[in-house]
Nanobody
Framework: QVHLVESGGGLVQAGDSLRLSCAAS????????MGWFRQAPGKEREFVGA????????YYAESVKGRFTISRDNVKNTVFLQMNSLKPEDTAVYYC???????????????????WGQGTQVTVSS
């Protein structure tokens, strides 16, 4: 597994932006699909988006498409989630996750990911 640590969460107002970071260490990072999930109180964990190992392909949930952007820096072993035009319904704990290395499919289901960060809280006030 790879060790993942998220940062960048906080309290913002609706319409603001935040950038989350996820620093990876341990297992090779460069050949793993990286994903972002979130979990709001009382709700199941849901897929937000993911990026291919090379960074050339991304996939997003409909609820965030056009507002969120995922990128990665394979030199710094870091993946980012840029969140713009935040809404109160984006309030959740955001988790970074890694698929096992070598997979090409960008999975949208949590069980496809074998490494998870501890999460970072994002709260959007109206």
């Amino acid at each position: 597994q790879v060790h993942l640590v998220e940062s960048g969460g906080g309290l913002v107002q609706a319409g603001d932006s935040l950038r989350l970071s996820c620093a990876a260490s341990g297992r090779t990072f460069n050949n793993a699909v990286m994903g972002w999930f979130r979990q709001a109180p009382g709700k199941e964990r849901e897929f937000v988006g993911a990026v291919s190992s090379s960074g050339t392909r991304t996939y997003y949930a409909e609820s965030v498409k056009g507002r969120f952007t995922i990128s990665r820096d394979n030199v710094k072993n870091t993946v980012f989630l840029q969140m713009n035009s935040l809404k109160p319904e984006d309030t959740a704990v955001y988790y970074c996750a890694a698929e096992p290395p070598g997979r090409l499919v960008i999975a949208t289901w949590a069980s496809a990911y074998d490494s998870w960060g501890q999460g970072t809280q994002v709260t959007v006030s109206s």
